[in-house]
């Protein structure tokens, strides 16, 4: 009997681990999504580095983890695409799993990067304010990431209000909405919206929304999720890690997880 509970268990922790290395292995995939909108996704050490071809041009979208510079431009070769002719990079916010190669690629391949003003001087230290661990997980990945710093920089673009991307020759939109970090930032390209760490997708079932695991305010977050949700012209939000997410099951997660008590 005890033979077959070990046995069980043994093959259930096996089963366990090779389903999380698969969930959070290193990936690129590449989308089409219409004339005019591609997205190539890349995946390094969980966090999520965004190449989008819009209006003639290459856009980033975060940046990954100091010290992955390498993996991250390797996925690009691999992806097809040339370092050298990213037009700009748009940091979602300031924490290091987003701007961690930021500097690398503004001085190696002269990026422009963009990044919201209320992030400025975290972005010019290179470290992070405290973060607030939303589950048991989130306090492991917390511990990990104590005193840990990414080279600083400074953003060639800051926004502290709504900006029409028309004026670099593109037509999407950015958008301050503080909440995650004083600067954070939402992208928009048609129907599809770039929100960072507003919200995240779950670890193994990676499509289903998620609450981040570090948020300092939830009444905050759960007030700007509902926003946009309510703008239901966005129907596909892609996350900071894991993801991407349908607007309706941010919806239906909104009811369950996320709206204010009556
Ligand atoms: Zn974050």
């Known amino acids: 009997m005890l033979r077959t509970v070990v046995l ?3 093959f259930a922790a096996t089963a366990l681990g090779a389903t999380l290395l698969v969930a959070t292995r290193d990936q690129v995939t590449a989308e089409h999504i219409r004339d005019n909108l591609d997205i190539t996704t890349i995946t390094v050490n969980n966090a999520k580095i965004y190449l989008v071809q819009r209006s ?9 983890n100091p010290g992955d510079e390498g993996k991250i431009v390797d996925a690009m070769h691999e992806a097809g695409i040339t370092p050298e002719t990213i037009d700009y990079l748009i940091l979602t916010h300031g924490h290091l799993d987003h701007v961690g190669t930021a500097a690398y690629f503004q001085t190696e391949f ?21 973060l607030c661990a939303t589950s048991w997980l989130a306090k492991v990945i917390d511990v990990a990431l104590e005193g840990k710093s990414y080279p600083f920089f400074t953003a060639d673009i800051l926004i502290d209000s709504p900006y029409d991307m028309q004026q670099l020759g593109i037509s999407g939109a950015i958008t301050p909405a503080p909440g995650h970090t004083l600067g954070t930032l939402l992208v928009t390209f048609d129907d599809i919206i770039f929100v960072g760490d507003l919200i ?5 079932r990676q499509s289903t ?16 999720i509902e926003r946009l949700v309510d703008m239901e012209q966005y129907r596909r939000w892609y996350t900071g ?20 008590p009556h």
Do not use: Y
Request: with cysteine; glycine share 10%.
């Open 8 to 10: 069980a268990l043994t």
């Open 56 to 64: 003639g041009k290459l856009i980033m979208i975060d940046s990954g």
């Open 110 to 130: 002269g990026t422009t990067v963009i990044a919201g003003k209320g992030d400025e001087t975290m972005l010019s230290m290179g470290e992070q304010q405290p």
């Open 200 to 204: 995240r997708g779950e670890l193994i």
């Open 209 to 224: 929304p998620a609450r981040h695991f570090f948020m300092c305010n939830l009444a905050d977050n759960n007030a700007d």
């Open 241 to 260: 890690h894991f993801g991407s997410l349908l607007r309706d099951d941010v919806a239906k997660w909104q009811k369950e997880n996320a709206s204010p």
